[in-house]
């Protein structure tokens, strides 16, 4: 609100930002998202511009060689992956009293947060097979714990499940 009320032209670099808190208790929260940015438009925000240059000068600063290297681009985020269609966010941690692995879908306008993973096919079939009690028993045997919490992943959950080959009706039903 700070930020809009000094520079209303900020508006439209700015986007909602998912995280696990803002997923599974509906926290909100702001990022800026200055891909494609044109130089001469951050030169005319100049309270985004101070954030940018504080970024600059934290990743300057930075013991990581990797971290000060992303100096050169500190108008973006370190990793960039956000897709350009409609996805799911699934977040990596949730608690293991949980009937179904929380599940939402987004916008592209939504940033995700590394605290989730994607899915960039957010079609009802594939929502409804993760919201199965077949899928819950999967992520029961391999998924990795933190303290007895789920440790949801790509690599050993999401992509070496055993995806069932319905036939249409069977699809339908699952849609």
Known sequence: KE???????????????????????????WCLWLKGIPPSELRELPNVSARVQ?????????????TRELASYPQLFGEVRQPTTDYFI???????????????????????????????????????????LMHMAWVRVVCGRIKSDYRYSAGIVYNNFPWPSPTDKQRQAIE
Request: glycine share 4%; proline share 7%.
């Open 3 to 29: 930020l809009l009320a000094a520079e209303p032209k900020a508006r439209k670099w700015i986007r909602p930002f998912m995280q696990v808190d803002e997923l599974l208790y509906g926290s909100t929260r």
């Open 54 to 66: 504080a970024v600059k000068k934290y990743r300057e600063a930075s013991d990581r060689e990797t």
């Open 90 to 132: 699934v977040p990596r941690h949730t608690g293991e009293d949980r009937m179904t692995i929380p599940v939402a879908k987004f916008s592209p306008n939504v940033i995700c947060g590394d605290a989730n993973l994607m899915i960039a096919d957010p079609s009802l079939y594939v929502l409804g097979v993760i919201q199965s």
